[in-house]
Nanobody, 119 residues
Framework: QVQLVESGGGLVQPGESLRLSCVASGNIFKISTMGWYRQAPGKERELVARISSGGSTTYADSVKGRFTISRDNAKNVVYLQMNNLKPEDTAVYSC?????????????WGQGTQVTVSS
């Protein structure tokens, strides 16, 4: 069983930065696609950023140019660097590990970390 633990959330003012981290247990991190999702109050959960096992990345249009996803396969960690944060970025951010291309039902979620952007 894979466990994902997010950290780095908090309360910041508009324009400030945060870096989220997600540490994965187990031995399938390197073959997994990792993603960050968020859900704001009253809204649907949405994909923020994704990074494949090979390092290719995708971003939601709303965060392009501001957020950067990266991974450290030696440490089983995926990061989300969030710059120039805006109030509309306020949400619970959750980490996702997806290895279903290799292992049946290998799709896991962390518990989430709160990011609040407010003046």
């Amino acid at each position: 069983q894979v466990q994902l633990v997010e950290s780095g959330g908090g309360l910041v003012q508009p324009g400030e930065s945060l870096r989220l981290s997600c540490v994965a247990s187990g031995n399938i991190f390197k073959i997994s696609t990792m993603g960050w999702y968020r859900q704001a109050p009253g809204k649907e959960r949405e994909l923020v950023a994704r990074i494949s096992s090979g390092g290719s990345t995708t971003y939601a249009d709303s965060v392009k140019g501001r957020f950067t996803i990266s991974r450290d396969n030696a440490k089983n960690v995926v990061y989300l660097q969030m710059n120039n944060l805006k109030p509309e970025d306020t949400a619970v951010y959750s980490c996702n590990l997806d290895a279903r291309s290799y292992l049946s039902n290998a799709n896991y979620w962390g518990q989430g970390t709160q990011v609040t952007v407010s003046s």
